[in-house]
């Protein structure tokens, strides 16, 4: 008997060949399914609880495929294509996959007929390539317009992407407030400016945009309801240092000789802890923030002297503070020099529905915005976050780069047209790849309609029709089901986003269609070896601990 | 999970775990998640009003709490489905916000995903449906604010906030002592109240409950109760011109926070400590006579030593008082906090009027009333009742009326209760829904119908007919153009809720129906539920 060459390790799952791309793509399929539905203002949002009966609701590509937990590797690539697209341009996640699910959906009949990848890809490449030319065509470039009209285009840019989201319904509150943050910041606009808080309670309507820092109270001694909460122009002196009666050295010890010397100790403790403080009251500051705690004897003696404290200060509030205020971090209060401490016009403690909050407004450095975000319930403000997160990367993203183009699956039927018109003119199998390409940006107003509940064949058609007489805004409008110039609905969509929409979803594409084989280690190291790279889920370390699938204990 | 095969008949493995997570997706997931937010408004609609009945949960440790509360029920309930659970949320940032009408949001939301869910039966889409509720809720509060009216009240005539704060209470067990309790409340309000800014910090009023006597017995004191007991027998038990020493040191011979080793090698080293530990005792309560103090509050333990020393020197001492009421107390006495001995001085001292410990009934418990003091901006309603759980149930029913009267000094509008703003609203609406086109229009008119719950669920528990009522009302509202009319729960005659004195903020209606669309809208937009298996079946 021929000796049986073992190459691999037991228990490997290895496919390969034309059923296992045709496999790789079913599995793509699927996950486009899952996230198809999430497409458009007629959308609907998905309800995720993962194991530890955490509950998100989302209508966000990216977070619901982080979220999945998706571990096929070929359908992984897509939900990695949708977490780069909401961390290059933040929104547009659910349509990329939408369409590279679409392209790969395409391409299976040509694979089943023995068209090699390759060429498949090649033809792609080539197609996609020619839409980004056209894209930049399409789009109006506001770069030298007047501020009112910018302004326009980035609250168009911003309801357009809010249109999808639970806060729909506020969009053009929302979209103001996203357009003001973002353009107060500076011109690198750091998004980490922008914070954004959730406070329980109170109606969507309420929420509001601070011109400045805002964040909770933060946990409190004795003493701190009897410092004042409101300062004009107040001197802020930043901390990392622990204001607190404490021992100074961990593993230090002292002997006492006599009675007499005890009361020096006690005396010397004191007196390091009084030095700190009296250093920090002779700045003349107001307010007083410290990464660390602040013990309630120094909020007394701040009380005393009607100072402001607040201990234990979130890291990221305190730095858009520092940014904000031209305080700088001082880990010491040696040296508290006038360059270090910052300053603002008003500062106050204000209550936010059941919770108080400090308020940081006017500040003269960096510029800096804060959201407070009112809802009913958490999952709602979490989702709120979410959609603000994307619009505000919308509206950055449209602010360097200026261009528009019309929504509402307009500029996919426009940019469709136009590779089918150039497939006509060229010869061999890339003829026939260039028009399935074309096809394939179809899938966006497809599934536009179809989300609506509308005919998709008949809109389709209408918009063909349309676009072929040179009418390149044409849309679907979905609050009539009908089809209108979405460039006057005011429908718009950063150009920057449908840009990285199709170059992410071909690469993409192409990507899964050059995999013709797949080798899986066995089960037990899968969390941690081949596709582990996005995070392990629990319950799996320990690797060959046997845990295949084996239920948590009760 | 839904699974697929390839050809060779194996499944596709795509998500983590798949085997073990569940998708209910479509039409399907949403109507099983009306199903669940529903059962969970249902529940709670027999607690709606004045005749709503409560509610008894027994906790997992054996505690039971008796409440008609919706945001206090749904909280005990403990529910698992994650779609339950943002009903709970819903009920607790109506809460959190207003403080009162918890019961009412959740019944409203139920009553709207019940319509919901005739409107998905006729094949409408939800997202049409989100629209035509949100349509609705806007007509809704504009209509609202026009009916609404402007009370106004001072210092000294407050009648129609009294009247505000019954109508929190008229729901609850409290409801004989409505009266007095709402007048406990406003007054508390008033005195903490900064009608500058139109802030008011509830923190700065202290509900203390103590079981025993009747709810009659409750009052409020301007100032501070102390659960506590004067820390030796001996001392006086009343101080009149109170001079109050408020430290957070113990009377101990202060021990430094550094590791320290005190080495006695022989008797009078030993002697010498002794000695130094008293005179350390002797010139800490020495410290404080000389200060003129005569009462002393401190945050820790003392010492019997101490203890005995400053019974001797005719001080009044309490021990462990929490930090918050050491603050609260330093804020109502105009005090300075002390942390430590060598710090003392006279202006520091705390003012009060009067220091008294109090003995309830027959048992031994003990409270320390502090009262007149200088600053009166901390206050304290002290309540009596015949059980724990008859305290625990005043003390959420004063928490609701304090709400209550603090939303109105935010914003003097007032709409009339008992339904009556509900069935405006719903004419309002119905009046609105013939107005647009499209299938909007159906689910605007849902709306309206949703709005119709609150009144019947009054009226079915008050025990009338609630179709008839609805019916009666509708039909009066309509021909004598009476925002005013609602359901008679109390049987008093008369369907004008002006002169039942039902009077309920402005702010806590719109806010309900805005909660409750927000939440349906929400609900309504989740089609695809994705969990572990077992939290799902």
Same mark, same amino acid.
């Given at each position: 008997?021929?000796?049986?060459?073992?190459?691999?390790?037991? +228990?490997?799952?290895?496919?390969?060949?034309?059923?296992?791309?045709?496999?790789?793509?079913?599995?793509?399929?699927?996950?486009?399914?899952?996230?198809?539905?999430?497409?458009?203002?007629?959308?609907?949002d998905?309800l995720?609880?993962?194991?530890?009966?955490?509950?998100?609701v989302?209508?966000?590509?990216?977070?619901?495929?982080?979220?999945?937990?998706?571990?096929?590797?070929?359908?992984? &690539?897509?939900?990695?294509?949708?977490?780069? *697209?909401?961390?290059?341009?933040?929104?547009?996640?659910?349509?990329?996959?939408?369409?590279?699910?679409?392209?790969?959906?395409?391409?299976?009949?040509?694979?089943?007929?023995?068209?090699?990848?390759?060429?498949?890809?090649?033809?792609?490449?080539?197609?996609?390539?020619?839409?980004?030319?056209?894209?930049?065509?399409?789009?109006?470039?506001?770069? %030298?317009?007047?501020?009112?009209?910018?302004?326009?285009?980035?609250?168009?840019?911003?309801?357009?992407?809010?249109?999808?989201?639970?806060?729909?319904?506020?969009?053009?509150?929302?979209?103001?407030?996203?357009?003001? =943050?973002?353009?107060?910041?500076?011109?690198? &606009?750091?998004?980490? &400016?922008?914070?954004?808080?959730?406070?329980?309670?109170?109606?969507?309507?309420?929420?509001?945009?601070?011109?400045?820092?805002?964040?909770?109270?933060?946990?409190?001694? /004795?003493?701190?309801?009897?410092?004042?909460?409101?300062?004009?122009?107040?001197?802020?002196?930043?901390?990392?240092?622990?204001?607190?009666?404490?021992?100074?050295?961990?593993?230090?010890?002292?002997?006492?000789?006599?009675?007499?010397?005890?009361?020096?100790?006690?005396?010397?403790?004191?007196?390091?802890?009084?030095?700190?403080?009296?250093?920090?009251?002779?700045?003349?500051?107001?307010?007083?923030?410290?990464?660390? /705690?602040?013990?309630?004897?120094?909020?007394?003696?701040? =009380?005393?002297?009607?100072?402001?404290?607040?201990?234990?200060?979130?890291?990221?509030?305190?730095?858009?503070?520092?940014?904000?205020?031209?305080?700088?971090?001082?880990?010491?209060?040696?040296?508290?020099?006038?360059?270090?401490?910052?300053?603002?016009?008003?500062?106050?403690?204000?209550?936010? +529905?059941?919770?108080?909050?400090?308020?940081?407004?006017?500040?003269?450095?960096?510029?800096?915005?804060?959201?407070?975000?009112?809802?009913?319930s958490?999952q709602f403000?979490?989702?709120?976050?979410?959609?603000?997160?994307? =619009?505000?990367?919308?509206?950055?993203?449209?602010?360097?780069?200026?261009? /528009?183009?019309?929504?509402?699956? /307009?500029?996919?039927?426009?940019?469709?047209?136009?590779?089918?018109?150039?497939?006509?003119?060229?010869?061999?199998?890339? *003829?026939?790849?260039?028009?399935?390409?074309?096809?394939?940006?179809?899938?966006?107003?497809?599934?536009?309609?179809?989300?609506?509940?509308?005919?998709?064949?008949?809109?389709?058609?209408?918009?063909?029709?349309?676009?072929?007489?040179?009418?390149?805004?044409?849309?679907?409008?979905?609050?009539?089901?009908?089809?209108?110039?979405?460039?006057?609905? &005011?429908?718009?969509?950063?150009?920057?986003?449908?840009?990285?929409?199709?170059?992410?979803?071909?690469?993409?594409?192409?990507?899964?269609?050059?995999?013709?084989?797949?080798?899986?280690?066995? *089960?037990?190291? *899968?969390?941690?070896?081949?596709?582990?790279? %996005?995070?392990?889920?629990?319950?799996?370390?320990?690797?060959?601990?046997?845990?295949?699938?084996?239920?948590?204990?009760? | 999970?839904?699974?697929?095969?390839?050809?060779?008949?194996?499944?596709?493995?795509?998500?983590?775990?798949?085997?073990?997570?569940?998708?209910?997706?479509?039409?399907?997931a949403i109507?099983?998640n009306i199903?669940a937010a529903r059962?969970?408004?249902?529940?709670?609609?027999?607690?709606?009003?004045?005749?709503?009945?409560? #509610?008894?949960?027994?906790?997992?440790?054996?505690?039971?709490?008796?409440?008609?509360?919706?945001?206090?029920?749904?909280?005990?309930?403990?529910?698992?489905?994650?779609v339950a659970?943002l009903m709970?949320?819903l009920?607790?940032?109506?809460?959190?916000?207003?403080?009162?009408?918890?019961?009412?949001?959740?019944?409203?939301a139920?009553?709207l995903l019940?319509?919901a869910?005739?409107?998905?039966?006729?094949?409408? !889409?939800p997202?049409?449906?989100s629209?035509?509720?949100?349509?609705?809720?806007? $007509?809704?509060?504009?209509?609202?604010?026009?009916?609404?009216?402007?009370?106004?009240?001072?210092?000294?005539?407050?009648?129609?906030?009294?009247?505000?704060?019954?109508?929190?209470?008229?729901?609850?067990?409290?409801?004989?002592?409505?009266?007095?309790?709402?007048?406990?409340?406003?007054?508390?309000?008033?005195?903490?109240?900064?009608?500058?800014?139109?802030?008011?910090?509830?923190?700065?009023? #202290?509900?203390?409950?103590?079981?025993?006597?009747?709810?009659?017995?409750?009052?409020?004191?301007?100032?501070?109760?102390?659960?506590?007991?004067?820390? !030796?027998?001996?001392?006086?038990?009343?101080?009149?011109?109170?001079?109050?020493?408020?430290?957070?040191?113990?009377?101990?011979?202060?021990?430094?926070?550094?590791?320290?080793?005190?080495?006695?090698?022989?008797?009078?080293?030993?002697?010498?400590?002794?000695?130094?530990?008293?005179?350390?005792?002797?010139?800490?309560?020495?410290? $404080?006579?000389?200060?003129?103090?005569?009462?002393?509050?401190?945050?820790?333990?003392?010492?019997?030593?101490?203890?005995?020393?400053?019974?001797?020197?005719?001080?009044?001492?309490?021990?462990?008082?929490?930090?918050?009421?050491?603050?609260? $107390?330093?804020?109502?006495? !105009?005090?300075?906090?002390?942390?430590?001995?060598?710090?003392?001085?006279?202006?520091?001292?705390?003012?009060?009027?009067?220091?008294?410990?109090?003995? @309830?009934?027959?048992?031994?418990? !003990?409270?320390?009333?502090?009262?007149?003091?200088?600053?009166?901006?901390?206050?304290?309603?002290?309540?009596?009742?015949?059980?724990?759980?008859?305290?625990?149930?005043?003390?959420?029913?004063?928490?609701?009326?304090?709400?209550?009267?603090?939303?109105?000094?935010?914003?003097?509008?007032?709409?009339?209760?008992?339904?009556?703003?509900?069935?405006?609203?719903?004419?309002?609406?119905?009046?609105?829904?013939?107005?647009?086109?499209?299938?909007?229009?159906?689910?605007?008119?849902?709306?309206?119908?949703?709005?119709?719950?609150?009144?019947?669920? @009054?009226?079915?528990?008050?025990?009338?007919?609630?179709?008839?009522?609805?019916?009666?009302?509708?039909?009066?509202?309509?021909?004598?153009?009476?925002?005013?009319?609602?359901?008679?729960?109390?049987?008093?005659?008369? @369907?004008?809720?002006?002169?039942?004195?039902?009077?309920?903020?402005?702010?806590?209606? #719109?806010?309900?129906?805005?909660?409750?669309?927000q939440l349906v809208k929400m609900i309504l937009k989740i089609?695809?539920?994705?969990?572990?298996?077992?939290?799902?079946?």
């Open positions: 008997m021929a000796p049986q060459i073992l190459l691999l390790k037991e +228990g490997t799952d290895t496919s390969e060949g034309k059923s296992h791309l045709i496999s790789n793509i079913n599995a793509c399929q699927a996950v486009v399914d899952i996230v198809r539905t999430t497409l458009g203002p007629r959308g609907m998905k995720i609880q993962d194991d530890k009966g955490k509950v998100t989302s209508n966000d590509g990216a977070t619901i495929l982080k979220l999945l937990d998706v571990v096929h590797p070929a359908a992984k &690539m897509l939900a990695d294509i949708a977490k780069s *697209q909401d961390a290059e341009v933040g929104d547009g996640t659910t349509s990329v996959v939408v369409f590279a699910g679409e392209l790969l959906k395409n391409s299976k009949e040509f694979i089943e007929e023995g068209v090699h990848p390759q060429i498949i890809s090649k033809a792609y490449r080539k197609a996609c390539e020619l839409s980004l030319q056209h894209l930049n065509h399409l789009a109006i470039d506001i770069a %030298g317009k007047s501020p009112e009209e910018k302004q326009t285009l980035l609250e168009r840019c911003a309801q357009t992407c809010l249109n999808s989201k639970l806060i729909a319904g506020k969009k053009e509150m929302f979209a103001k407030m996203v357009v003001e =943050a973002v353009s107060s910041l500076d011109p690198d &606009m750091d998004i980490a &400016m922008v914070g954004i808080k959730k406070v329980q309670g109170g109606s969507l309507s309420d929420s509001q945009l601070v011109k400045g820092v805002a964040f909770k109270k933060t946990f409190s001694y /004795a003493g701190f309801e009897q410092q004042p909460k409101k300062f004009t122009n107040p001197k802020i002196v930043a901390l990392n240092v622990e204001l607190e009666l404490k021992s100074e050295k961990e593993n230090a010890e002292v002997r006492i000789e006599s009675t007499q010397d005890y009361q020096g100790i006690v005396d010397a403790e004191w007196s390091i802890i009084y030095d700190k403080l009296e250093k920090i009251v002779a700045t003349g500051a107001k307010v007083v923030l410290s990464k660390l /705690a602040i013990g309630d004897l120094a909020t007394q003696y701040f =009380a005393d002297r009607d100072i402001f404290c607040a201990g234990r200060v979130p890291e990221e509030d305190l730095k858009r503070l520092m940014k904000a205020t031209g305080a700088s971090m001082q880990s010491t209060v040696n040296k508290l020099t006038e360059d270090v401490i910052g300053t603002c016009e008003v500062f106050e403690e204000k209550q936010v +529905g059941n919770e108080r909050y400090n308020f940081f407004t006017g500040c003269p450095y960096a510029k800096t915005a804060t959201f407070i975000i009112r809802g009913g958490e403000m979490d989702e709120t976050e979410r959609s603000l997160h994307d =619009a505000i990367m919308v509206v950055k993203r449209t602010l360097k780069h200026s261009k /528009a183009v019309p929504g509402g699956g /307009a500029v996919e039927m426009e940019l469709s047209k136009l590779l089918r018109e150039y497939a006509r003119t060229i010869h061999g199998k890339s *003829q026939l790849l260039i028009s399935t390409f074309a096809k394939s940006l179809e899938i966006i107003p497809r599934t536009l309609c179809e989300n609506a509940g509308l005919d998709a064949t008949d809109i389709l058609n209408k918009l063909r029709a349309k676009h072929a007489s040179n009418l390149s805004s044409v849309g679907i409008d979905l609050t009539t089901g009908e089809i209108c110039d979405t460039w006057k609905s &005011m429908v718009w969509e950063p150009s920057l986003v449908k840009m990285n929409v199709l170059s992410a979803a071909t690469e993409a594409a192409c990507l899964i269609l050059q995999v013709d084989e797949t080798i899986k280690n066995a *089960q037990s190291n *899968q969390g941690s070896d081949s596709f582990g790279a %996005g995070g392990l889920p629990g319950g799996r370390r320990g690797g060959g601990a046997g845990g295949r699938g084996r239920g948590r204990p009760f | 999970m839904s699974l697929i095969f390839d050809e060779y008949g194996r499944p596709y493995i795509i998500l983590q775990e798949q085997e073990r997570k569940t998708r209910i997706k479509g039409l399907d109507r099983s199903t059962t969970l408004a249902r529940t709670l609609t027999t607690s709606l009003g004045p005749k709503g009945m409560d #509610k008894m949960l027994q906790s997992q440790d054996g505690d039971v709490t008796v409440t008609n509360d919706g945001a206090t029920i749904l909280k005990e309930m403990d529910v698992e489905n994650q659970k709970v949320e009920a607790q940032s109506q809460d959190d916000e207003i403080g009162d009408g918890t019961t009412g949001v959740v019944v409203l139920g009553a019940e319509q869910l005739i409107l998905l039966d006729r094949g409408i !889409h997202t049409k449906i629209e035509g509720f949100d349509k609705a809720c806007e $007509v809704c509060l504009d209509k609202l604010e026009q009916i609404s009216q402007k009370i106004e009240f001072n210092e000294n005539s407050y009648d129609d906030l009294v009247k505000a704060a019954m109508t929190t209470m008229s729901s609850k067990v409290v409801n004989r002592y409505s009266q007095q309790l709402a007048e406990i409340c406003i007054k508390a309000i008033f005195s903490v109240a900064d009608f500058e800014r139109k802030d008011i910090n509830l923190d700065l009023i #202290k509900v203390e409950g103590k079981v025993g006597g009747t709810l009659e017995d409750s009052v409020l004191v301007n100032g501070i109760v102390l659960d506590k007991d004067v820390s !030796h027998p001996q001392m006086p038990k009343a101080v009149d011109n109170a001079k109050i020493c408020i430290l957070t040191c113990p009377f101990e011979p202060p021990k430094p926070k550094t590791k320290h080793k005190l080495d006695i090698d022989s008797v009078e080293k030993y002697r010498d400590l002794q000695k130094a530990e008293q005179e350390y005792f002797r010139d800490m309560v020495q410290r $404080v006579k000389d200060s003129g103090a005569n009462v002393v509050l401190c945050q820790w333990g003392f010492d019997d030593e101490a203890n005995h020393l400053l019974y001797q020197n005719g001080l009044l001492a309490v021990r462990w008082v929490g930090g918050v009421e050491i603050e609260l $107390v330093a804020m109502a006495t !105009h005090g300075r906090i002390i942390p430590r001995f060598s710090e003392i001085s006279e202006k520091k001292l705390g003012r009060a009027g009067k220091v008294r410990e109090v003995s @309830l009934g027959t048992t031994h418990d !003990h409270v320390i009333f502090i009262e007149d003091c200088a600053n009166s901006k901390a206050v304290t309603i002290f309540l009596r009742g015949g059980s724990k759980m008859a305290v625990d149930e005043a003390k959420r029913s004063v928490h609701d009326a304090l709400c209550q009267v603090r939303n109105l000094i935010r914003d003097q509008r007032i709409v009339y209760g008992g339904g009556s703003s509900e069935i405006a609203c719903s004419l309002a609406v119905s009046e609105f829904a013939d107005k647009v086109s499209g299938v909007e229009q159906y689910a605007i008119r849902c709306f309206a119908d949703a709005l119709d719950a609150i009144p019947s669920a @009054l009226a079915d528990n008050s025990g009338l007919s609630s179709l008839e009522t609805l019916g009666a009302l509708k039909a009066a509202q309509t021909k004598q153009n009476n925002s005013r009319l609602g359901v008679d729960c109390l049987g008093l005659g008369t @369907l004008d809720m002006k002169e039942q004195n039902v009077y309920e903020t402005l702010l806590s209606k #719109k806010q309900q129906i805005q909660l409750a669309t089609d695809d539920v994705i969990g572990p298996t077992d939290a799902l079946t």
